[in-house]
């Protein structure tokens, strides 16, 4: 069975720091891309990055280029997202995703989600 | 970027009626289009990928059609179990965009 949790979220002033992770289990983790996509409270979906299996090709929503940093550890099947300089506009449940191969595709499997507040 | 458009915001109908929810996008994606599920409170589901490809275990109630730009989704004979908010997303190039969802609501 394909599982994936999310850890990481909390509070976070403006301007400040987070790292979320993604823990995978029931599937061969490094054959797949994975992706984060977020929710903001009452809003729609909005993919924020995605990563190739190999963790050589990465890519991000304009909104969070240069901010975020997705990265992916397949000996330990872990998926992560740094997110610095964070704003009120990041706030929402951050969801970890499984794509259906190895590079951008739709998403067959997801996390629960972990929030992220932003405020002051 | 690319964008997509999803047409109604809101969709009201009852038990058994055939549903279509439509999903544009701003420029040609082929046949890179999935649709998900949400409930409230809950991660989406996977329907259809590929524009038509429907999903391991979802019913087949459930269809999706079109490519380039025009996309629709169809549920042929609305169950209580599908009301919730539909997402079309592109998956073309290097970046992935989500419409802004429809709501299925009980008339």
């Known amino acids: 069975e394909v599982q994936l949790l999310e850890s990481g979220g909390g509070l976070v002033q403006p301007g400040g720091s987070l790292r979320l992770s993604c823990a995978a289990s029931?599937?061969?983790?490094?054959?797949?891309?994975m992706s984060w996509v977020r929710q903001a409270p009452g809003k729609g979906l909005a993919w924020v990055s995605g990563?190739?299996?190999?963790?050589?090709?990465?890519y991000y929503a304009d909104s969070v280029k240069g901010r975020f940093t997705i990265s992916r550890d397949n000996s330990k099947n872990t998926l992560s997202l740094q997110m610095n300089s964070l704003r009120a506009e990041d706030t929402a449940v951050y969801y970890c995703?499984?794509?259906?191969?190895?590079?951008?595709?739709?998403?067959?499997?997801w996390g629960q989600g972990t929030l992220v507040s932003v405020s002051s | 970027d690319i964008q997509m458009t999803q047409s109604p915001s809101t969709l009201s109908a009852s038990v058994g009626d055939r549903v279509t929810i439509t999903c544009r996008a701003s420029q040609s994606i082929s046949i890179w289009l999935a649709w998900y599920q949400q409930k409230p409170g809950k991660a989406p589901k996977l329907l259809i990928y590929k524009a038509s490809s429907l999903e391991s275990g979802v019913p087949s109630r459930f269809s999706g059609s079109g490519s380039g730009t025009e996309f629709t989704l169809s549920i042929s004979s609305l169950q209580p179990d599908d009301f919730a908010t539909y997402y079309c997303?592109?998956?073309?190039?290097?970046?992935?965009?989500f419409g802004q969802g429809t709501k299925v609501e009980i008339k």
């Open positions: 029931g599937f061969t983790f490094s054959s797949y891309a």
């Open positions: 995703a499984k794509d259906k191969g190895s590079s951008a595709m739709s998403i067959d499997y």
């Open positions: 997303q592109q998956y073309n190039l290097d970046s992935r965009t």
């Open positions: 990563i190739s299996n190999s963790g050589g090709s990465t």
